[in-house]
């Protein structure tokens, strides 16, 4: 296997990647010697990874950062870096090489404290590796001020460091930061490639597999958390039933409570992970007492992973509530597609009967209305409406059409 194994359906993007990692390593090669750099080399300082969810974006800048550090002798005898199996790309894949830091968050945004760091640490040469490789996957959660101090490594980068950005657009990234980067979009991957990895990779069985790529539509994460995870199967049946449930106003509100209340479970599930250890690891570390009691001046630490917990349930929450609205969209999706006669593959064929009866007992221009009313409620969520408020006009403008 080689580093770009993982990434699916995306040719192209690993054939620059595949050739601009290997200018990088004859950059490497003649600085070390003294020769003079190759001319025309396609390696540069700062690159972004665009596309929609579920299309590799952090699959792909990991794969390139391993290549990056690929330490296989084969390159020597003209094979290309990324060979998958040496120190430097088995390190950089899962997370433990020295020179590769993988920057994600499971909160709202990623800060001016967190980014100053960063930056910090890019301005330093590599410990054991050829490059000082940092991996942001989610830069479209930078704050303008955090964007602001990444400008400026950006805009004078050290010299053997490599920043990869990630983020679902350009217009996610403010200009002055990807007008300095190069810029490859990726998309969305074939269902049938989505499902040969599902099986191939993780062992599911096919048939399963390919009903999890195709309700997805291709997002990988998602269709594996869908073939493996019984609970997550059960939440997505629940949602789907939901079209059928609007018939009256009553209906509208019973359903938007039950979204958000799967969505606040949620968010406690991934607390009760994560929280209760992380407490305990932090009071250990500032010693704390018999008895839980905390030594003086280190309730601010305590407060800052409390706020920290908070943002994170409340991330966790907006995430499970936006695929719920990704999968009503899809569902919506097929009902046009059968009113238009189409022939478009469907995504969800498993509740074909949900989506006949729709299709039949409404017109596509009402279809298209349900379709903006679960865009409008997208874009309220992200303007801070209170979940339910948000949730609830859209169960209602539903059942309007």
């Not at 699916?8 to 020769?35: I, K």
């Not at 120190?87 to 950089?92: L, M, N």
């Not at 309700?215 to 958390?225: D, F, K, N, P, V």
């Not at 704390?288 to 003086?296: C, D, I, K, L, N």
Request: glycine fraction near 8%; charged fraction near 25%.
């Amino acid at each position: 296997m080689t580093v770009w194994d993982d990434l699916v359906g995306q040719d192209r993007v690993q054939e620059q990647l595949g050739a601009a990692a290997g200018d990088a390593d004859a950059l490497v090669t003649a600085q070390s010697v003294g020769e003079p750099v190759p001319p025309g080399s396609r390696m540069t300082h700062a690159w972004l990874f665009t596309g929609p969810p579920g299309s590799g974006r952090a699959t792909a800048a990991r794969a390139f950062a391993a290549a990056l550090q690929c330490t296989s002798p084969d390159r020597a005898l003209g094979g290309a870096p990324g060979c998958g199996f040496c120190d430097g790309c088995h390190t950089a894949l899962i997370g433990t090489h020295a020179d590769v830091e993988v920057i994600r968050t499971d909160l709202l945004s990623i800060g001016v404290k967190e980014t100053r760091e960063l930056v910090r640490r890019a301005q330093l040469s590599p410990a054991v590796g050829r490059w000082q490789v940092i991996v942001m996957e989610d830069a479209d959660r930078l704050t303008e001020g955090a964007g602001n101090v990444l400008l400026k490594a950006v805009e004078e980068p050290a010299p053997r460091t490599v920043w990869l950005l990630c983020a679902p657009s350009l217009e996610d990234v403010l200009p002055t930061i990807r007008s300095r980067c190069r810029h490859l979009t990726l998309r969305t991957p074939p269902v049938a490639a989505v499902a040969d990895v599902l099986v191939r990779r993780d062992g599911i069985d096919p048939e399963r597999a390919a009903s999890a790529a195709r309700a997805t539509q291709g997002h990988i994460g998602r269709a594996r958390r869908l073939a493996t995870d019984e609970r997550a199967r059960a939440r997505r049946a629940a949602v789907l039933k939901l079209p059928l449930r609007v018939h009256d106003v009553g209906g509208c509100l019973k359903a938007a409570q039950e979204l958000i209340d799967t969505a606040a479970d949620d968010a406690k599930q991934v607390a009760e992970e994560v929280d209760v250890k992380e407490t305990d690891d932090l009071k250990a570390a500032l010693g704390a007492v018999a008895g839980g009691r905390m030594p003086r001046g280190t309730a601010g630490a305590m407060k800052e992973l409390e706020d920290r917990q908070k943002r994170r349930r409340t991330r966790t929450q907006r995430d499970s509530l936006d695929l719920a609205l990704s999968e009503l969209t899809g569902f919506y999706r097929d009902v046009l597609a059968l009113q238009l006669g189409s022939g478009t593959a469907l995504a969800n064929t498993d509740v074909r009967d949900s989506l006949d009866r729709i299709a039949e007992s409404s017109t596509p221009e009402r279809t298209l209305r349900r379709i903006e009313a679960v865009f409008a409620c997208r874009r309220a969520l992200d303007r801070n409406v209170a979940p339910l408020l948000a949730v609830e006009s859209m169960a209602v403008a539903l059942r309007a059409g």
